[in-house]
């Protein structure tokens, strides 16, 4: 009779969880993740290989990797990143919707550790010793109203179209909701206006990023040299569904004697096949203003193709600024167009 009465009392607890399991608050989060404002690296950041200095304030996307190719009047250099959200690694996406829009202080920290990302990057160092550049970076979104779960129906609207189409619910483990014959694009496409719209909101991510120097090749190097620290903090405020404006500061080199204070405005122009922005920002290391600009094309298959021009120290901070150009190739994990 005892052992009947623990079991009652088990399944009296198991219940309510049974029952959320199998009711629609159980989601997947990175179903919702839409094609716009893909941010930098951070390990490139980390070693000042972003293509501006005015950094975009979104959320990361679950997975980026980057190619790169960096040129300026001393050396053409080629790069690589990787950018993953751990939380996504481990298969954190299955969610209740209830408690991620929650604005208590554990569904607050849930959001943010959810867009968190580490980054690697790596450079050949191009002083013909085969030595390597390489970084890592930390990159977190504090305050992000652009957020599709958060803050519009996107998940709702979903359901009830592949209720209506009579198309079953996919599986929590389901990160995709495309190829179940019924046409999303339309819902996804007004859920992205409605973010892109939201005027006077602001975006607020940080960052933290090591850089260093191999001796010796990147696998069989000696040891690491010339580390720099760099922790950086930007915003984006929306202007309207069509312009964003950009400010970012960034403390470099913060634990040695050359750190300084690099500050920047900048703005974006966003179109339906490419986003352009142009920057001003002012860098401590050699007191001067720095212009840049940047077009980001979106192509098929979750990529763009990104290109900036920007001024930047040079390696003798007497000799003034240098011209110094990027292309980037990225592709990334997203609801894409």
């Not at 972003?50 to 190719?69: E, I």
């Not at 030595?131 to 992000?144: E, N, S």
């Not at 496409?189 to 975006?203: C, F, L």
């Amino acid at each position: 009779m005892s052992r009947l009465a623990s079991l009652s009392v088990v399944g009296a607890l198991l219940a309510p969880g049974a029952a959320s399991a199998r009711d629609s608050d159980t989601i997947n989060l990175y179903r919702y993740v839409l094609d716009v404002d893909v941010p930098e690296s951070p390990a490139l950041v980390a070693m000042d290989e972003a293509p501006l200095r005015v950094l975009l304030g979104a959320a990361p996307k679950p997975v980026m990797a980057t190619v790169l190719a960096s040129a300026s009047p001393e050396a053409f250099r080629p790069g690589l990143s990787l950018d993953v959200a751990p939380y996504f690694l481990f298969g954190g996406g299955v969610r209740s919707l209830s408690g991620y829009r929650s604005n208590s202080l554990t569904g607050r920290l849930m959001r943010v550790l959810t867009k968190t990302t580490v980054s690697a990057a790596m450079l050949p160092d191009l002083d013909g010793t085969g030595a390597w550049r390489v970084g890592l970076g930390l990159r977190t979104t504090f305050h992000d109203p652009h957020d599709p779960v958060l803050n519009s129906p996107l998940p709702e609207r979903v359901e009830e179209e592949l209720e209506r189409h009579g198309v079953p619910p996919p599986a929590d483990s389901d990160e995709d909701v495309s190829g179940r014959g019924v046409d999303l694009s339309a819902i996804f496409g007004q859920a992205e206006r409605e973010m892109r719209s939201r005027s006077g909101d602001i975006q607020i991510s940080a960052g933290w990023g090591v850089s260093a120097r191999t001796e010796g090749g990147v696998l069989t190097g000696d040891g690491l040299r010339d580390t720099r620290h760099t922790f950086w903090l930007t915003g984006q405020a929306s202007l309207g569904r069509r312009f964003d404006a950009l400010a970012t500061m960034q403390a470099l080199d913060l634990f040695r004697d050359g750190r300084a204070l690099r500050t920047g405005l900048g703005v974006q122009r966003k179109t339906s096949v490419a986003d352009f922005r142009a920057e001003l920002a002012f860098d401590g290391t050699d007191n001067r203003f720095h212009p840049g600009a940047a077009i980001d094309v979106t192509l098929p298959g979750c990529t763009s193709a990104l290109a900036s021009l920007t001024t930047a120290p040079g390696a003798d901070t007497d000799d003034g600024p240098v011209l110094r150009g990027q292309v980037q190739l990225r592709w990334y994990f997203a609801r894409c167009r």
